[in-house]
């Protein structure tokens, strides 16, 4: 598997096509296929949904804590699907870099999960 290092805070990355806004010497596995998302798209429309309502209450200049569960609501939501997407990494990517017995890859994969903690 070949693996890119990105050299700069925003890079194109040339295995992808894509432009990454990664951390410098972060790593992207060339030849992975990342998994796909898209059922998250409905949490994100929901969440979406949840924050216009937060808006329209501040226009309306409805009561603060109406306010405020709201937003407890929309940040649930989030953590729901930032949970969803953990898991499916963890299920994937993480799973194919250990089956891989590559201990870069091993290594890289434990240091993204560190990073994302130490974030929280």
């Known amino acids: ?7 700069e805070t925003k890079s ?3 295995s992808c096509d894509a432009t990454h806004d990664a951390p410098a010497g972060d790593f992207h596995a060339a030849s992975e296929m990342h998994p796909d998302h898209a059922a998250s798209k409905k949490r994100i429309s929901r969440i979406k949904g949840q924050m216009e309502a937060v808006a329209r209450m501040i226009d309306e200049r409805r009561y603060c804590p109406e306010i405020i569960y709201q937003i407890r609501a929309a940040t649930n939501a989030m953590k729901a699907l930032e949970q969803e997407i953990l898991r499916v990494h963890l299920k994937s990517c993480v799973k194919t870099a250990f089956q891989s017995k590559d201990p870069f890859e091993m290594d890289e994969k434990v240091n993204e999960i560190l990073k994302m903690m130490s974030t929280i």
């Open 12 to 14: 194109d990355c040339d």
């Open 1 to 7: 598997m070949k693996v890119e290092k990105h050299s």
